[in-house]
Structure formats: structure tokens, C-alpha cells
């Protein structure tokens, strides 16, 4: 048996740097007294959601990893709590800009950076404008809590990377998220089918999901209402935990990895993938 205890933070942001970092490394700790181990904090926790609108003012947030303070903050906080953290910044390499995680391990150490893969752009959503698209490929992080893949926000809506991460040896999807409210739409409400195309990965997987989004009201030039939601479904898809449409919330589920690698090999998805019938997919148009 290898129980392991898993949350989900969601919380509103303000434009005060620190007391984003601040709140989040509250929760933090609100949720490695509560037992966890693997911790998720939301995308770009560190601001409001700055790609709403397209201005150059915004290319300074970015920052390198080596030395980033927020990076060195959680690193600190992980080494003395003993929790995983997968950490999400605007960072900069190079000339280039990405919309990254740095994989931080219970010991503090930096495992690794993904890169968001799936650039999404639509009114209040103009992400390419500022990152360029990931060039780590989807990868399996070997943690003190377990085998984690990681994703990120429009990435989830995408099957098959959370099966790339699955193929990898994941044991567990991660996909840190900032979604809510349609600017140019206010009757879209996209809540339902955000939870349950990630639903989808945990089932098709057999492999638990974790989501974690922010909410409130993000204003000028154009306001987002993110509608938090986030949640964490078990390998079966079934909502075990499941935070308030507007409100903070530190969400903890409990898994036994061992059962569920037991249960994953006896419905036999894997073993009877056809991949050499998948070529397709490899291709835009569909098209072998």
C-alpha cells in the first residue's frame, strides 16, 4: 500500500506580488498540516491574470528560473515541510517567454520545467501574444510522492497528452489552470465541460486527476470572472473533492497508488491500445 494525500489551492489574486506568494504559501501550509504530500497551486499564481489583454508592460514579469525568488521561496518551503510543489511562473530564457512549472521535490530540489505545450488565444484569453509554445514535451516527474505528469490549463482539454503522460508512467495528472468567463459571451459557461473532459483523462487513464484554478473577478480591459471549481476526481472519474465557484479553498483527497495500478492493469486499456492504427493523430488533417 503506498497511500498518498493530495490538494488542490484555489484562491483569488491581487496585483501585490508577495501577497499572492504569501496566500499561496499559506495554503501551503494549511494543506501539509492537513496531511498532503503533493500540493497544486494555480497557474501564474504571482499576478492577476495579465494575458486578458495584449500589452508589452507585461513582458517583465518574466523572470529565469535559476534564481527566480518565488521558485527559491517554495523550494525553502518544500524542503521544510517535506511536500512536493509544482510551481508555475512567467518565465524567461533567452529571448524566449513560456508559460512554465518548475517541478519542485520534498527535498527542495528542482526536478525539472514544463512547458505549456497548447497555446490558447480568444478575447481574454491572448496567451500567445506572450508565450511561446512549450519545447519540453510532455514528461513524467519521478517525486517523493509518487510518478507525477504535469499539464497546464488549455493542455487539459487535450486527450492526448494527458495519454502521453499516462504511457510515461504517470501515476497521477496534475494541471495547474486559470479559466473562467467569456468576455465577449457572458452566457458561456464552459464549468461543466472543463471538469468533465479532465473527468474523461482520469477515467480513459484509470489515474486520478488534479485541477486547480483561481477565482474572482479580474477586471480592465476586459473582465474575467473565474469560476474556481477546482477539483480532484479519483481514477474512476468520480468528483472525491470539489471547491466553490467563488471562494478560496484547499481541497485533499487520499489515494492508495498501489490499488490503483492494480485496477488500471485489470481494466486493460493499456494492453489493449493498437497504436500502429493511430497515425492520424500525428497529423493535422487527420490524414496518414
Known amino acids: 500500500m503506498r497511500e498518498l494525500t493530495v490538494a488542490a489551492l484555489q484562491l483569488s489574486f491581487v496585483p501585490e506580488r ?3 506568494v504569501d496566500r499561496v504559501e499559506a495554503a501551503v501550509r494549511e494543506a501539509a498540516a492537513g496531511g498532503a504530500r503533493l500540493i497544486l497551486p494555480p497557474e501564474l499564481f504571482e499576478s492577476p491574470y495579465f494575458p486578458k489583454e495584449q500589452s508589452d508592460r507585461f513582458f517583465g514579469l518574466a ?13 525553502s518551503v518544500a524542503r521544510e515541510l517535506g511536500v512536493v510543489i509544482p510551481v508555475s511562473v512567467y518565465e524567461l530564457a533567452g529571448q524566449a517567454r513560456f508559460n512554465s512549472v518548475v517541478v519542485v521535490d520534498a527535498d527542495g530540489s528542482v526536478l525539472g520545467i514544463y512547458r505549456k505545450s497548447h497555446i490558447p488565444d480568444g478575447p481574454g484569453y ?14 513524467v516527474w519521478e517525486t517523493a510522492a509518487g510518478r507525477i505528469g504535469l499539464a497546464i490549463c488549455w493542455d ?30 457572458p ?15 482520469a477515467v480513459a487513464n484509470v489515474m486520478p486527476v488534479i485541477a486547480a ?9 476586459l473582465a474575467v470572472t473565474f469560476y474556481g471549481s477546482s477539483f480532484i476526481a479519483d481514477h474512476e472519474g468520480e468528483l472525491v473533492a470539489q471547491g466553490p465557484r467563488d471562494a478560496d479553498a484547499v481541497l485533499t483527497a487520499t489515494f492508495d497508488l498501489d490499488a490503483v495500478a492494480e485496477n488500471r492493469a485489470a481494466w486493460g486499456l493499456f494492453r489493449d ?9 500525428r497529423t493535422l488533417d487527420g490524414r496518414n
Not at 491572448?126 to 514528461?139: L, M, Q
Not at 487535450?158 to 494541471?175: S, T
Open 18 to 20: 508577495d501577497t499572492n
Open 126 to 139: 491572448s496567451e500567445k501574444f506572450y508565450f511561446s509554445p512549450g519545447d519540453t514535451g510532455f514528461r
Open 156 to 185: 487539459q482539454w487535450f486527450p492526448e497528452a494527458a495519454r502521453v503522460l499516462a504511457l510515461g508512467g504517470a501515476e497521477i495528472l496534475c494541471y495547474p489552470t486559470a479559466i473562467g468567463s467569456e468576455p465577449m459571451d
Open 63 to 75: 523572470r529565469p528560473v535559476e534564481g527566480h525568488p518565488t521558485v527559491e521561496r517554495f523550494r
Open 213 to 221: 484554478n483561481r477565482h474572482g473577478r479580474e477586471e480592465a480591459p
Open 273 to 281: 491500445r493498437r497504436p500502429e492504427l493511430y497515425g492520424p493523430l
Open 187 to 201: 452566457t458561456v459557461d464552459s464549468s461543466g465541460p472543463w471538469t468533465r473532459v479532465m473527468q474523461g483523462h
